[in-house]
């Protein structure tokens, strides 16, 4: 479904990213890991049109879309959530979520009012269902639990059906809980859609992923199987710290 390759940007001397490839199967959960520093958001903003290749192609469905902007990959069917919650913090959970489901309207929609959105507000209600936020519908946004605002963060990513889910770090800063049942959620995703995952966590992603690839200092390290990665001497030595317990 989605095809990195040779993927390379430098700022300067630094080469945040360098001759990095993997694909990403359909249905299946990939999960990007390494310490801090190596490169993971920076291929996500690669992949996701935020930032330019110096070289190299991404593919998403058998086409390149190297060069396309965001806005066009969104309508191609990649949407993805960040590191830091951007949501619309003086809006409710609802309109978040009505705002985000807009893009199910025909383009000539936006010419009239809002209550027409019929599409974009069912998006919305069963989004609400679906994530468990309905008692929050009428919430500000800025008002929810760290752990509910990464949930409508997903849901608002999810607003746009897209055919792949680029996540990062969403269980960053959760509680025990939240962690657990965010994991939960994601595996409920699997199958419907392709995602690419970016987490810290290595009992979630030992426990989420189907394929697992580790960068280190802007490159690729390894990939393969939760199993293979985890038993990987070179992965144990950069990242896992010794032998592997995880």
Same mark, same amino acid.
């Given at each position: 479904m989605l095809a990195v390759q040779s993927l390379s940007i430098r700022f300067g001397a630094l080469a945040a990213v360098e001759d990095v490839s993997f694909r990403a199967t359909r249905g299946h959960i990939t999960s990007i890991i390494g310490p801090n520093g190596a490169g993971k958001s920076t291929l996500f903003n690669l992949i996701s049109g935020a930032l330019r290749a110096d070289r190299g192609r991404v593919m998403l469905d058998g086409? $390149?879309?190297?060069?396309?902007?965001?806005?066009?990959?969104? &309508?191609?069917? /990649? !949407? @993805?959530?960040?590191?830091?919650?951007? #949501?619309?913090?003086?809006?409710?959970?609802?309109?978040?979520?009505?705002?985000?489901?807009?893009?199910? $309207?025909?383009?000539?929609?936006?010419?009239?009012?809002?209550? &027409?959105?019929? /599409? !974009? @507000?069912?998006?919305?209600?069963?989004? #609400?269902?679906?994530?468990?936020?309905?008692?929050?519908?009428?919430?500000?946004?800025?008002?929810?639990?760290?752990?509910?605002?990464?949930?409508?963060?997903?849901?608002?990513?999810?607003?746009?059906?897209?055919?792949?889910?680029?996540?990062?770090?969403?269980?960053?800063?959760?509680?025990?809980?939240?962690?657990?049942?965010?994991?939960?959620?994601?595996?409920?995703?699997?199958?419907?859609?392709?995602?690419?995952?970016?987490?810290?966590d290595i009992d979630v992603v030992m426990n989420l992923s189907d394929h697992v690839v580790v960068m280190h200092q802007g490159q690729k390290l390894a990939e393969g199987t939760p199993q293979a990665v985890r038993d990987n001497a070179a992965v144990q030595r950069a990242y896992l710290g010794g032998a592997p317990t995880c």
């Open positions: 086409v $390149e879309v190297s060069r396309w902007p965001t806005e066009r990959l969104l &309508r191609a069917g /990649l !949407a @993805r959530s960040f590191q830091i919650t951007n #949501l619309f913090f003086e809006l409710s959970v609802y309109e978040n979520l009505r705002l985000a489901a807009q893009r199910q $309207e025909p383009l000539w929609h936006a010419f009239l009012p809002v209550s &027409r959105s019929v /599409l !974009a @507000r069912e998006g919305a209600e069963a989004l #609400l269902e679906r994530f468990g936020l309905q008692a929050h519908a009428t919430t500000l946004a800025g008002h929810l639990s760290h752990g509910e605002q990464r949930r409508l963060e997903i849901a608002v990513a999810l607003a746009s059906q897209p055919k792949v889910l680029l996540l990062d770090e969403p269980t960053q800063g959760m509680s025990h809980g939240d962690t657990q049942a965010t994991a939960d959620m994601i595996r409920g995703l699997a199958g419907q859609l392709t995602i690419l995952l970016i987490e810290h």
